[in-house]
């Protein structure tokens, strides 16, 4: 390729004649895009982004184009190469951003009303249980034992803590529809 000719722009700063530019990127701007769209892991607009950043950094250094090499493809490249790595460490020191809705959606955890409403809700829940599944999650749940602490407790085989903990849990689902995993599923998907 040939030199670039050094424009003067308006600020006084020189950048690359824009034939030069053209003519770069028709000779190396299909290959430089295949390759950053390898770096981005087949994200092709941010694959496009890069190349143009790695295009404006090109116009911006007319001196990168009288580089000892035969060939700018290299210097294009590496500042590719480098731009795709600096943009991948900026989203990773970043949190990930969130939309309005789900802030919308979420409880404030400041706000006592809403545990308050919960606590009542599973209190009420826990009630509508027969004694027997009641007693085994009250024991296992509220105060912590194992199966077999509980059972010992209670004076059942640990089988039967087993199968009345299953069975009162989904008791528990069909009375909290609003707090259980399928529930909140089936309400989302409406």
């Excluded at 722009?9 to 000779?27: C, I, V």
């Excluded at 580089?67 to 731009?83: K, N």
Aim: glycine content about 6%.
């Amino acid at each position: 390729m040939a030199t670039a000719t050094a424009t003067a722009s308006a600020s006084g700063a020189t950048t690359t004649d824009e034939r030069a530019m053209a003519e770069l990127q028709r000779e190396h701007g299909p290959a430089l895009l295949s390759f950053l769209v390898n770096l981005t892991y087949g994200d092709q607009q941010r694959a496009e982004d890069l190349l143009q950043e790695t295009l404006v950094r090109a116009w911006q250094h007319p001196e990168a184009f009288d580089a000892p090499y035969e060939s700018m493809r290299p210097w294009l490249f590496t500042v590719g190469r480098r731009l795709a790595i600096d943009a991948r460490r900026s989203r990773m020191a970043r949190p990930t951003e969130i939309g309005d809705g789900v802030l919308a959606t979420t409880a404030d955890p400041a706000d006592v009303t809403e545990s308050a409403v919960a606590a009542l809700d599973v209190r009420a829940a826990v009630d509508s249980l027969s004694p027997e599944h009641r007693a085994v999650l009250v024991q296992i749940y509220f105060h912590g034992l194992s199966v077999n602490e509980a059972a010992q407790a209670l004076g059942i085989p640990p089988g039967t803590v087993k199968s009345r903990s299953h069975y009162g849990l989904r008791a528990l689902a069909r009375c909290l529809p609003g707090y259980s995993r399928a529930g909140s599923a089936r309400g989302r998907a409406s």
